[in-house]
């Protein structure tokens, strides 16, 4: 089973993470953390990687619905959103909500989820759009 959602942009590094926080508040989504994991992975291991940074992304409302739902979904809250050096490109992945829907087997997170999956699909588009106009 794929979990993830992945657009590639032609972008740098830090355009895409600025368009990606601005496509996703465009979606509703805020951005709860941040996590440098090639900073990190370079202060802890002393490992050099490619750029790579995970940002927890929340929708309040929708958090809201799958708590109601499930107080357990914390767990795989927020969405994480990850945006990586991939070649000379940079990816932008999402968590796939239907992953919850999936490991939980609640048929009732099923309308988030698919919430969730159009606002993050519509995030996606909007960074791929950027990315071939301009």
Do not use: W
Request: aromatic share 2%.
């Amino acid at each position: 089973m794929r979990y993830d959602r992945t657009v590639h942009l032609a972008t740098d590094f830090a355009t895409a993470v600025a368009r990606t926080r601005d496509a996703l508040a465009a979606q509703g989504f805020g951005i709860l953390t941040e996590i440098d994991v090639t900073a990190t992975l370079k202060a802890k291991l002393d490992h050099d990687m490619e750029d790579y940074v995970i940002l927890g992304a929340c929708n309040p409302p929708l958090a809201h619905r799958a708590l109601e739902t499930d107080r357990t979904i914390g767990l795989l809250l927020p969405c994480n959103v990850v945006v990586r050096r991939d070649g000379d490109r940079t990816a932008v992945q999402a968590l796939d909500p239907n992953t919850m829907v999936a490991l939980t087997e609640l048929d009732a997170l099923r309308p988030v989820a698919e919430e969730a999956t159009h606002r993050l699909d519509a995030a996606l588009a909007a960074l791929a759009s950027a990315d071939t106009t301009g």
